[in-house]
């Protein structure tokens, strides 16, 4: 069967620290790979997608960037984390068919 | 681009009763896949229910069941015998089934309904 493994769950960083978030699946290959980011009270927003290795499409303008180097890896990066990145983070794939998408344990980020 | 609404923020009903939560949707397109997704205090996303927009048919999937009605682009959620675990954020999303133009391959959420179960 297949799995998500996103770490780490808990994240504090001051303001102008580096970020990285990790995503792995397992079971599966060549999935279709998402970041969504959950501000407090709200939906879920779509950062970034990636439908291969080094196919990345970003969906809002931030300070985040995302990459994807192995086929079942997908990192969420940033160089200097702001106050407003502040967030759950959660990382999914879906695969072709059906069509839902599956959830990592996401990730919450506090920058102080 | 395509958005999603709940109009409802909270819900509440008793243990072992029905509710329904509502889900309107705005898109110009006839193919896509409709989700509903319940948040636990966990916050791992679990999915409840699919419908693919093609099919008359509403999906049915134990006490869950949805009320699809393309026309009026909505897709309501009933939950029957409400049970205790069943308390829980509850999200509606859009996917696109063409996957044409950007973040058309990812979800689009409503910002949630909050479900409480009273015992």
Known sequence: SQTIHQWPATLVQPVGSPLSLECTVEGTSNPNLYWYRQAAGRGLQLLFYSVGIGQISSEVPQNLSASRPQDRQFILSSKKLLLSDSGFYLCAWRRRSPHEAFFGQGTRLTVV | ?119
């Not at chain 2, 205090?41 to 699809?68: D, G």
Request: hydrophobic residues 35%.
């Open chain 2, 1 to 119: 681009a395509q958005t999603v609404t709940q109009s409802q923020p909270e819900m509440s009903v008793q243990e072992a009763e029905t509710v329904t939560l509502s889900c309107t949707y705005d898109t110009s397109e006839s193919d896509y896949y409709l989700f509903w997704y319940k948040q636990p205090p966990s916050r791992q996303m679990i999915l409840v229910i699919r419908q693919e927009a093609y099919k008359q048919q509403n999906a049915t999937e134990n006490r869950f069941s949805v009320n699809f009605q393309k026309a009026a682009k909505s897709f309501s959620l009933k939950i029957s015998d409400s049970q205790l675990g069943d308390a829980a954020m509850y999200f509606c999303a859009y996917r696109s089934a063409t996957g044409a133009g950007g973040g058309a391959d990812g979800l689009t959420f409503g910002k949630g309904t909050h479900l409480i179960i009273q015992p």
